[in-house]
């Protein structure tokens, strides 16, 4: 991996859109997360509409986890819109 590669090792957060990214803390970074899919999820119109939310799983994932990803997609944030590329 070059040298100009830097793995980040704390979450990083904006405090407004198009805001500097800064350091959080893994509690603040995962409030935030469910507070965002909360809000997308409150925006169906109606129990029959589909959830605004996606999900993309590897097409080199195993079996096991692109099930996982269909389930959790389907089952807790009632959306079919799921993807794993395999058609390729």
């Known amino acids: 991996m070059p040298k100009s590669y830097v793995r980040l090792t704390h979450p990083l957060v904006r405090d407004t859109k198009g805001g ?7 509690d603040e970074a995962l409030d935030r997360t469910v507070d965002g899919l909360r809000r997308a999820l409150a925006t169906k119109a109606s129990a029959h509409a589909k959830a605004p939310i996606g999900i993309f799983s590897c097409s080199k994932a195993t079996n096991e986890v692109n099930y996982a990803a269909q389930k959790l997609s389907r089952q807790v944030l009632g959306s079919n819109n799921i ?3 395999n058609r390729t």
């Open 20 to 26: 500097e990214l800064r350091q959080a803390s893994w």
């Open 83 to 85: 993807d794993s590329c």
